[in-house]
């Protein structure tokens, strides 16, 4: 099956652009920071004077803007992430449905040809008897460990 929407990669903002972005915002913010600590200081050695008061207010309220763009900015890549995500999903169920379709068709194909696919059919199992005998393995593991401790904490002698 072709894919109806070959459009995935191109939805989405790559993220050169928002490296740009963060970029234009980094070098704003170190001369705000030089500027703000040295109206800081000022302004904490002058505190009635409403000049300094008013430039290190100013200073602030540009520093609280970048923080709010930077903050949108990391949620349009959190919003990006999400879509990506989804589209993802939707892919690995496309994938998985092709994937049986691909089987159901070898499997048909062999029974026209009076000839089995066995060498990638024992693949296949072998894939799976390994992934049951992994999990089987480690289960009776952790159920062994379970199984001591519980009995090692019911016939703790007591101290007395």
Not at 20 to 36: T, W
Not at 72 to 79: A, E, P, Y
């Amino acid at each position: 099956m072709e894919l109806e929407n070959n459009d995935y990669e191109h939805n989405f903002k790559k993220s050169e652009q928002y490296k740009e972005k963060i970029h234009q915002l980094d070098s704003g913010v170190n001369l705000l920071l030089n500027e703000f600590k040295k109206l800081y200081v000022i302004t904490n050695m002058h505190p009635s004077n409403e000049e300094y008061q008013t430039q290190h207010q100013n200073i602030i309220n540009s520093l609280a803007e970048i923080l709010s763009k930077l903050f949108s900015i990391s949620n349009d890549v959190q919003v990006n992430i999400d879509n990506l995500n989804k589209k993802l999903f939707e892919l690995d169920i496309l994938i998985t449905q092709e994937r049986e379709k691909n089987k159901e068709l070898k499997r048909k194909l062999g029974i026209v040809e009076n000839k089995s696919n066995a060498a990638s059919e024992m693949i296949s199992d072998y894939k799976d008897i390994y992934d049951k005998r992994y999990l089987r393995n480690w289960s009776l593991l952790l159920s062994s460990i379970v199984c001591i401790v519980a009995v090692g904490a019911i016939y703790r002698p007591l101290n007395i």
